[in-house]
Every structure is written in C-alpha cells, then in structure tokens.
C-alpha cells in the first residue's frame, strides 16, 4: 500500500509543476522538493496509521509537526537539512492552502531549527593561482589537460558555477569578451571574460579530438559526452593534495575566490553580486570571506572622516 493518497500525490505533483513553471526551479531542486515532502507526507501517514487525504493534512496540529521534526532529527537528518525539509513542506503548504481555502497556521508557525551557517573558504589568491598552474598536470593527455584547465579558468576568472561552464555549448565558442549565462531559477547574467579564460578555452578546441558541434557540449568527456562535474572535482581533489590545500578547495571555492579577491581589490560589493547572479545581496556578502582587518583598511583609506 502506498504511504502517500493519490490526492495527496497528485496535488505534490501540481505544486512541483507550479515550482518549475512560475520559479524556473531546476531539476535537481525539483527532486529534492519531492523528497522532502513525500517524506513529510509518508511520515504522516503512518502517524495516523492511514494515508492522508487532502482534508486530513488541512487538520495537521503543532505537536503533529513537532512529532515529525522529532522522528526526523532521530533519523540523523541534521539541523541544516531538517531546515531545507522544512522550508519545502512550508513551501508546499503555502501553495495547497491558497488552492484549498485553509489556514495553514500550524505548518508554517512552525519552527526552523538553528545551525550554524558554515561561511565559504576561498583559497588565498596565490593558492588559487598555484591551482591554476597545477591542474594540466594531472593528465597525462594534453587535450584532457587543456580541457581542465580551460574548466578551471572559467570558474575563477568568471565566477562561474561548475553547472554552469559545463552547460557551455559548442556555439558559446570562441568566447567573446563577455558571456550571457543563465544561472538558478532562469536568472541571467552578463560576465566578463578574462583574456585568460578566452586563451585557456582556444587552445583546449584546438587539442580536442571530437568534433566542434553548435548544439553539443563545449567540454566534452574522454569518449565525447558531455564532461561530468564529478571529473572536474576529481581533479581539484588531485590538485589540492598536490599543493597540501585543505579539503575545502573544490571547484565552487573557486567561486568564492572571485568574489572575494574582486572585493578585497576594491570591487563593488553590487556589483559583484551581479556578476555572480545572485538574487539576494545577503547571499553575495557570505561568498565574500573579507576579514575585518581588510574592511578596516578599507573605511581608514576611503571615509572622509576616518
């Protein structure tokens, strides 16, 4: 028998339907919001000991969703991923309540567990240069070498998600001095290209053996596919033990070393938010790992009245 009523699971559907349509969410924050709420939805039935239908989820108490949070918790789901199942069924909720006529209070009062934000740890910019210089050698093949450099450039001389350099067509290519990307949710962005990133990117197309194809994938996998994201994080594992960088140097710290090393330049903190595409600056001020120090420095040389 099925833990979740066919109503109940025909309205999950409408909702994640809804999500993509008017929010652009993408695929994999689509399975995720499935997940979530399936889960939510499966623990009530077997906390009522029958499948709930849309009536019944319109009566869910607060010691009801304390029950789930509680079983969840013990499940060893952590604070900061009960945070995001929460998020999802409220979000879930809020969409069923304005369809069904109810009041949602009980579901949405509830509250988020707290944690601990862990902030972002950009690599300093001689280590992100080191990197730079040491991926080609983790390949024994120029082109593949090529290849990850040209990855690797893009993502700190551009500020680029892995998602999105590898999202890069063949048509992308030669890159012009600035790039139209589009990022979470459908969100554009205009970025400049670094001279290096460009150079980086012309000499992997000439090394390349597959062919150069508009509507195929720019960087392309040792058998021609589109690259996995998982190769390019295997190499920076590969680098970073190289040069003895901690754990934390992955591909997206490299998105954070943009940001921060353009900030600790004297770059605008607005601007900067742009060209990483980010919806909220809030988001873009915890990418920017600038210490106190640096912002004093900052305000001693730049306030008229320091």
């Given at each position: ?22 929010n652009g969410a993408a695929e994999n924050t689509l399975t995720a919001y499935n997940g979530d ?212 140097a992955t591909p997206h710290a490299l998105r954070h070393s943009f940001a921060t090393h353009l ?44």
């Open positions: 028998m099925s833990l979740i009523s066919p109503a109940c699971r025909d309205a999950l559907q409408n909702w994640l339907a809804s999500k993509k349509a008017l709420v399936s889960e939510f939805l499966s623990f009530m039935t077997l906390h009522f000991g029958t499948p709930q239908g849309l009536g019944a989820l319109q009566s869910i108490s607060t010691a009801d969703m304390r029950a789930w949070m509680a079983e969840t918790r013990n499940s060893g789901t952590g604070a900061r991923s009960l945070a995001r199942k929460l998020s999802a069924v409220k979000s879930f909720y809020r969409w069923l309540a304005e369809r069904e006529g109810f009041e949602p209070t009980a579901v949405l009062m509830a509250r988020t567990p707290k944690f601990q934000k862990k902030l972002p740890r950009p690599l300093a910019a001689d280590a992100a240069k080191a990197v730079l210089d040491t991926v080609e050698f983790q390949s024994g093949s120029d082109w593949v070498a090529a290849r990850d450099v040209a990855v690797v450039t893009l993502l700190y001389g551009c500020g680029l998600r892995i998602s999105e350099a590898l999202g890069l067509q063949g048509k992308d290519a030669p890159i012009a001095t600035v790039m139209r990307i589009v990022g979470k949710g459908g969100k554009e962005r205009i970025v400049p290209v670094i001279d290096a990133a460009r150079t980086a990117v012309d000499r992997y197309l000439a090394l390349c053996p597959h062919p150069h194809e508009a509507n195929g994938p720019l960087f392309r996998g040792v058998r021609g596919g589109a690259l996995n994201p998982r190769i390019i994080q295997g190499v920076m594992a590969k680098t970073r033990a190289q040069l003895g960088l901690p754990a934390t900030l600790e330049a004297g770059g605008d903190l607005r601007s900067i938010q742009e060209l990483l595409g980010h919806a909220s600056l809030s988001t873009t001020q915890a990418y920017t790992a600038v210490d106190s120090a640096h912002l004093m420095d900052v305000y001693n040389r730049s306030h008229p009245k320091a």
